[in-house]
């Protein structure tokens, strides 16, 4: 069996092993994926996006590829708002999309996107991340205190607490606490720090992944939180996190993420590594 191709890549330090993978040939368990995401005997990675035909998924898609995500821990994931840039620039790069604008597929539904160069002359992607729906509120338990939080749905599921506190300062080393009954399937954790009308600071523990330099969903359902809590429901943010700066628009219906995708690395999986982690 020949080596298998990957690449490295983060948005904004969220980062990524990407597997071009068109006709879904590999078999991309919960193990392998876990393995290529350890830092210390895998590539290392918040999660795996692998390059898959629409077709080829089964999925009902507009868009001819599909964006096949998987958390660190192997588990299967709807979105990722950081993954997605750097799917998007994978497929312009590798002439899979002519671009500018294009369709990409995921387990939330269709993405549009746009690849383009800032005002730096750096590239950066603009994701169509669909309507973000405020759900109702819950606790999160953080270093042994209790704080409020907006439950969001971004296509996957997300708790906002908006704290007084820096938010350098909080201990997300362990998982923070939360509701199961209302999360039954896990839920990403954003903490916020409120640094003007259009400006939020912002940490996150992700489900599957623990913390995080950045979560693309996170940043827009942690705008959406703060716009609700002020009574608006449309509004525009930046969005600092430890791996840099999104911007953020939220409409009525939709809503928009725009910041880098960098590619670090690229190479080959050893085949006998692969082929072994299928091993019983």
Partial sequence: MAGIEFLKGHGTQNDFVLLPDPDAALELTGKRVAALCDRQQGIGADGVLRVVRSSAMGADSKGEWFMDYRNADGSVAEMCGNGVRVFARYLVEAGLEAGPEFVIGTRAGDRPVRVCADVSGELSVTVHMGAVTVTGTSVAVVGGRQVSGVAVDVGNPHLVSVID????????????????????????????????????????????VGETRACGTGTVAAVAAALHLRGDDTGESTVDVPGGRVVVTVGKETSTLTGPAVFVARGELDAAWWESLGER
Avoid: I, K, W
């Fill in 165 to 208: 506190d820096d938010v350098s300062t909080l201990d997300l080393s362990r998982a923070p606490r939360y509701d199961t009954e209302l999360f039954p399937e896990g839920v990403n954790l954003e903490f916020v720090n409120l640094l003007g009308p259009d400006a939020l600071r912002m940490r996150v523990h992700e489900r599957g």
